[in-house]
């Protein structure tokens, strides 16, 4: 009897219990305001239902802790008198701010939170009921597209998405990866509402984060663009595989993340992945020593060639094989060993016969393992020259001159011509008497001596 009334009871608790809380029932748990695609500075609304459970008519207060910003208005406010079973619509109207983000910190497209709405009834042990209220807007700065060029031992090129995989990358390969950013908010020629137009983008950052950095060679990983609306910007980011990078998968996590003119948020984030394979056997012929390149006369050719092992195993069998097949040659060089990641050398010599004709002709040279098993190859081009040999040169004979005599030669006698007495034609009166005085005394010698000749010779 006693269990009885116990059982009776915990029922009664219950059905009171239930009663009550089942008193005022909303029909949301969290009102949500916008979406992706709503616009900002503009207001915004949402709508949810009330229902008096009770066995009795409840007033019904609403109100709210969002901030002020967003002029909040609640239709209606309050409700007298709601009759048992009866329900009511709210209608909550919240005003978008122009600076109201789109992502949160890690650039995905989100609902914030802006605060709540109270629900309190006077029915009896009703407890408060709270609604949580968000709201979302429209984000504007988004990835257009993307590529990344892969180059190699070939060049290839790869769309990039959310979630890309690019596979097969070597060792050495180098990576560019181009991409667009879009500005969607339009410009004022498109629309007639001037809100939400010409809205620009300064100081967008664009990053790439990756999950390793040991295994590339980053020249660059983040840029900044400026974006005006409705245009789309480019920017370009390279990398090179490291030429020892292991086996292995890394993420790359691309951000593109701005704030509109007004200081809301935008952006997107991109995740893809970078997989390098090393294969078991790879020799990368690194330089090639191709002497001469123009051959003439001397037709001997002497041909090395470094080697780098990116492979995943030591190559103690490597050599080089070079191959002219329009002159059906085949050489190939010594073994040579070469562990992972080092370099070595191999060289060959070979002679182009003297009969093969004046012109450019390809060399194909290969990396060898296992000794004869083809690896990678590259093409290099020589030419051959038609060889002209010089003609011996005949000297012409040397003739000698008998020496030339010449006659003696016979000097004229010298006449000595004595020189005129010139007297001057204008004289002073003693000049003239001076000279007539030496005129007389040369005259009296010259007698003298004529006479003293004539007595001598007379004499004898």
């Known amino acids: 009897m006693n269990n009885m009334k116990k059982l009776l009871t915990i029922l009664l608790c219950l059905v009171v219990l239930a009663t009550a809380v089942s008193a005022l029932q909303v029909s949301v748990s969290s009102l949500t305001f916008g979406g992706n695609s709503q616009d900002r500075d503009t207001n915004v609304t949402s709508t949810f239902t009330i229902k008096n459970n009770a066995t009795t008519a409840a007033n019904i207060t609403l109100s709210h802790n969002i901030a002020s910003k967003h002029n909040t208005v609640i239709s209606p406010s309050s409700i007298q008198n709601l009759a048992s079973g009866a329900e009511a619509t709210i209608t909550v109207t919240v005003f978008v701010p122009v600076d109201f983000d789109a992502v949160n910190e890690e650039l995905v497209e989100t609902a914030f939170t802006i605060g709540k709405l109270s629900i309190a009834s006077n029915a009896a042990n009703e407890s408060t009921t709270e609604v949580s209220a968000t709201l979302q807007a429209r984000n504007r700065l988004r990835y257009k597209d993307g590529d990344m060029t892969i180059t190699g031992a070939t060049t290839r090129t790869k769309t990039i998405r959310d979630r890309t995989r690019v596979e097969n990358l070597k060792p050495g390969d180098s990576l560019q990866l181009d991409i667009t950013v879009d500005n969607q908010f339009p410009d004022t020629s498109r629309r007639d509402d001037r809100r939400n137009t010409d809205v620009e983008f300064r100081d967008v950052d664009i990053r790439l984060d990756f999950s390793s950095e040991e295994d590339f060679q980053i020249d660059e990983d983040q840029d900044t663009l400026s974006i005006d609306a409705d245009n789309e910007e480019a920017t370009s980011f390279s990398f090179d595989v490291e030429e020892d990078a292991a086996d292995r998968t890394h993420t790359v996590d691309l951000r ?24 078991p056997h790879d020799l990368v012929l690194r330089s090639i020593d191709f002497s001469p390149l123009r051959i003439g006369c001397n037709r001997n050719v002497q041909l090395t060639a470094t080697m780098l092992n990116r492979g995943r195993v030591d190559e103690r069998e490597a050599a080089i094989q070079t191959e002219v097949s329009e002159l059906g040659i085949i050489q190939r060089s010594q073994i040579v060993r070469i562990d992972e990641d080092d370099t070595g050398s191999a060289n060959l010599n070979f002679k182009i016969q003297d009969n093969v004709k004046a012109g450019t002709y390809t060399a194909r040279v290969f990396s060898l393992y296992d000794t004869a098993t083809k690896n990678n190859f590259k093409d290099l081009t020589f030419v051959v020259e038609e060889c002209k040999k010089e003609e011996p040169t005949t000297q012409p004979p040397v003739i000698t001159q008998p020496p030339v005599v010449q006659p003696p030669i016979i000097q004229p006698p010298v006449v000595i011509t004595p020189e005129p007495i010139v007297i001057p034609s204008e004289t002073t009166e003693e000049e003239t008497a001076s000279y ?17 000749v004539i007595i001598r010779f007379a004499r004898r």
């Open 436 to 452: 007539t005085w030496a005129l007389v005394a040369g005259i009296i010698v010259a007698a003298a001596l004529l006479v003293f």
């Open 256 to 279: 593109i993340d701005g704030r509109d003119e007004f200081g809301a948020r935008h952006g997107e984030a991109l995740r893809f992945s970078l997989e390098i394979k090393r294969d």
